[in-house]
C-alpha cells in the first residue's frame, strides 16, 4: 500500500475556530477524542513576518497529557488521515509562508518525514533543511515555494 492511499479517509473534523491566526477542531476515532491546533507563531520567529505567516500545528488526545504521543490504540493512519485532511483544508485557504511542528517520539519521525514530504509536494512547500532536535523533539519547517 502507498503511503498516500493511507490517508485517503479522513474522519470528519469539527471546527471551533477556522481563521488566518487560529484554527482549533476536534474529531473522534474509535471513541478517542482528538484535537488539532494550528496557530500562528510570526511574532516569536527571529525574522520580520506578518501575522498568519507562520504557524505551528500540533494535534493531540483530548484528555490526557500525552499529547499526540503514541497512544497503542492502532488509530494512528486514522489520525493521520484526519490532521493531514484538516491541515490540507486550512493550508489551501490560508497559504503561510511557514508551517511549524514538533515530533516528540523517535521512532515516529520516519513516518512523520514521509508525511511531510506528502503534504509538501501536495500544497506547495518543502521541508526546510535547518530542523532542530532540542530535548529529544524534533522541530520540523515547511516552507512554501
Same mark, same amino acid.
Given at each position: 500500500?502507498?503511503?498516500?492511499?493511507?490517508?485517503?479517509?479522513?474522519?470528519?473534523? *469539527? &471546527?471551533?475556530?477556522?481563521?488566518?491566526?487560529?484554527?482549533?477542531?476536534?474529531?473522534?476515532?474509535? *471513541?478517542?477524542?482528538?484535537?488539532?491546533? %494550528?496557530?500562528?507563531?510570526?511574532?516569536?520567529?527571529?525574522?520580520?513576518?506578518?501575522?498568519?505567516?507562520?504557524?505551528?500545528?500540533?494535534?493531540?488526545?483530548?484528555?490526557?497529557?500525552?499529547?499526540?504521543?503514541?497512544?497503542?490504540?492502532?488509530?494512528?493512519?486514522?489520525?493521520?488521515?484526519?490532521?493531514?485532511?484538516?491541515?490540507?483544508? &486550512?493550508?489551501?485557504?490560508?497559504?503561510?509562508?511557514? %508551517?511549524?511542528?514538533?515530533?516528540?517520539?523517535?521512532?515516529?519521525?520516519?513516518?512523520?518525514?514521509?508525511?511531510?514530504?506528502?503534504?509538501?509536494?501536495?500544497?506547495?512547500?518543502?521541508?526546510?533543511?535547518?530542523?532542530?532536535?532540542?530535548?529529544?523533539?524534533?522541530?520540523?519547517?515547511?516552507?512554501?515555494?
Amino acid at each position: 500500500m502507498l503511503l498516500k492511499e493511507l490517508f485517503d479517509k479522513p474522519e470528519e473534523i *469539527k &471546527w471551533t475556530y477556522f481563521n488566518k491566526y487560529q484554527a482549533h477542531g476536534i474529531f473522534n476515532i474509535n *471513541k478517542m477524542q482528538y484535537a488539532i491546533h %494550528i496557530n500562528d507563531i510570526s511574532d516569536y520567529q527571529e525574522k520580520d513576518y506578518d501575522p498568519g505567516d507562520v504557524v505551528d500545528i500540533e494535534f493531540l488526545v483530548k484528555g490526557t497529557r500525552k499529547g499526540q504521543g503514541i497512544t497503542d490504540t492502532g488509530n494512528e493512519i486514522k489520525v493521520f488521515s484526519t490532521v493531514i485532511s484538516g491541515i490540507t483544508e &486550512w493550508v489551501k485557504q490560508y497559504k503561510p509562508k511557514v %508551517i511549524s511542528f514538533i515530533a516528540k517520539e523517535p521512532s515516529r519521525r520516519k513516518l512523520y518525514e514521509r508525511m511531510i514530504r506528502v503534504i509538501g509536494s501536495k500544497l506547495g512547500y518543502k521541508l526546510h533543511k535547518d530542523t532542530k532536535v532540542v530535548d529529544d523533539e524534533k522541530e520540523y519547517y515547511l516552507v512554501r515555494k
